[in-house]
């Protein structure tokens, strides 16, 4: 007889290998697109946490003005001297510790307004050149070490064992 057929199991032992040729690279795609966002969540808490720590250092050193054009070159050396240098910044931020913008921060009034603007390098040249632009915020009352005016109707009220007594100023 020559009408013969090869057996089915070569044919699907065939077919599992051009499917898994196919699957593999776009599942550790994935896997490296998902890796990348916990590399990202973890930039973020380090440069949050040294904003934090840069705008309570600055709630009392900028107390004494209320536009320092300093305040920006300030801001960025107290972020920087909080990031360690082998902070995950250093590796995933384009351009190190040194890629993290703080331009637009803004001093005035009576808070800091701190902006970090930065980008984080996608892994291994996926999606071409794009990178992940990240913003974080922060904002902080200066402390000025006034206390709050006391309005000229006040009263003062002692009160004593056998009733109330008033004084006006």
Known sequence: HTD?????CVCMRASYMAECAVIIPFFAGFMALLLFFFQALLVQQEVGNAM???????AAVECETDDKPGG???A???????????SPAEQFVKGGRQGISMVRSDFSGDYISLRADYKIKFPIGLFGKLDLEITQKLKCRK?????LKKSAEEEIVFITKKGSVYHRK
């Open 143 to 147: 402390w000025t070490g006034k206390k």
């Open 76 to 86: 960025k050396a107290m972020i920087l001297l909080n990031l360690s240098e082998d």
């Open 4 to 8: 013969q057929k090869a057996p089915p």
């Open 52 to 58: 934090l720590k840069a705008g309570r250092e600055m």
């Open 72 to 74: 920006v070159f300030l």
